[in-house]
């Protein structure tokens, strides 16, 4: 009896032994098994939208970007782009359908209208080709108008107003002819040059640069445009200058009206407009704030000389004068020689 327990004791053990042996190698299966279960590798994911797009599964391809862009990380502006792929390919997939619908109505100027629109939205799109199909077999392009020649014979003449009228008018009668659309375009650029120069000539130099850029836009290789914006610069600078120099005359017309108002009593007014000028660059600076500390000293003498706030205030305005020029040599024949006598006695700074 004892050596059958021991035995199966050692039976047990073995087996025992034989499962912790063996237990690694189970819980890391299982653990592998959870965590592959639980994570995406996002590269997967945006090369799986990728091809589903391509594919034309709109729908399961925006699904992964949607997880994506959740998820954030490095990836998650791919996967915004790719929702941009996708929307652009619902509206052409949209526009094809409506296109074709009208192409086989026969209405020819809508369907041809949204053609162009999806060429430019998105190009390589497979359904152009069996659109082209359909255009092509149900509406067939327009013969030339004959007018045409006439309005290209004008515009060789340059008579561009009368060949932009006729283009235009050639233009509403066929939507969809490249021909005339350049030529329309063609004149108006022609329009253009004489009409930024009319307003250079006005002085409308905003009105001038604003057609300009039109200009730009409708042909921006014209070698015009070059000579064009420099002329405008000159003359932008040109009015600047004008401009300054009138701003210069405002401000010495001021000082003038200043010192004629101090001489005929006015003494506020001038002291004002003294004011007004001190307020700007002024070039004679020494010479206004003297004649404020004229003001002053006048109201000063005025009031029976004891306010000592009003001498001190001229005084103030004396010293600013000295300090703007220190050789400056006021009007001596024109005014008090009390206020002569307070000048002097004012120091620079003091």
């Known amino acids: 009896m004892e ?34 279960a639980g994570q995406e590798n996002p590269a997967d994911l945006l090369k799986k939208a990728r091809e589903l797009i391509q594919a034309r599964k709109l729908g399961e391809a925006e699904d992964l970007c949607n997880r994506l862009v959740d998820k954030g990380g490095s990836l998650a502006a791919d996967a915004q782009d790719l929702k941009k792929q996708i929307s652009t390919l619902r509206t052409c997939e949209q526009d094809y359908h409506r296109a074709l619908g009208l192409s086989s109505q026969r209405d020819c100027a809508q369907a041809i209208d949204i053609r162009q629109k999806m060429q430019q939205l998105c190009p390589d799109y497979s359904g152009l080709a069996i659109l082209d199909s359909s255009l092509q077999s ?16 004008l515009f ?5 107003s009368e060949a932009e009228a006729l283009f235009a008018s050639l233009q509403s009668r066929y939507p969809n002819s490249p021909e005339i659309q350049s030529w329309v375009q063609k004149t108006r650029v022609e329009l253009s040059v004489p009409e930024i120069k009319a307003s250079e000539k006005r ?18 290789e014209d070698n015009r445009i070059p000579r064009l914006r420099e002329e405008l610069q000159r003359l932008s600078e040109t009015k600047q200058g004008d401009q300054g120099k009138d701003r210069t005359s405002a401000r010495d017309a001021l000082l003038d009206d200043a010192i004629h108002d101090f001489y005929a ?20 600076k020494s010479l206004a704030y003297f004649y404020r500390g004229a003001i002053a000293c006048t109201d000063y003498f005025l009031a029976g000389a004891k306010d000592e706030q009003k001498q001190t205030r001229a005084r103030d305005f004396f010293s ?3 300090q703007a020029n220190g050789k400056f040599t006021p009007p001596r ?6 206020i002569i006598e307070v000048y ?5 700074g003091s």
């Open 3 to 36: 050596r059958e327990r021991m035995k199966w004791n050692t039976y047990g053990v073995a087996i025992l032994a034989g499962i912790l042996a063996l237990a690694p190698c189970v819980y890391a299966q299982n653990d592998s098994g959870a965590s592959g």
């Open 138 to 153: 149900r509406c067939p392009a327009p013969q030339r108008p004959p007018e045409l020649d006439q309005g290209i014979e």
């Open 156 to 160: 060789n003449k340059r008579k561009y």
């Open 203 to 220: 002085g409308d130099l905003g009105q001038a640069r604003e057609q300009l850029e039109k200009l730009a836009e409708l042909a921006p």
């Open 265 to 284: 009593g006015q003494l506020l007014e001038a002291d004002r407009l003294l004011d007004q000028y001190l307020g700007q660059p002024s070039k004679y």
């Open 320 to 322: 600013k004068a000295r």
């Open 333 to 338: 024949d024109y005014i008090s020689p009390k």
């Open 344 to 348: 002097e006695k004012t120091g620079a």
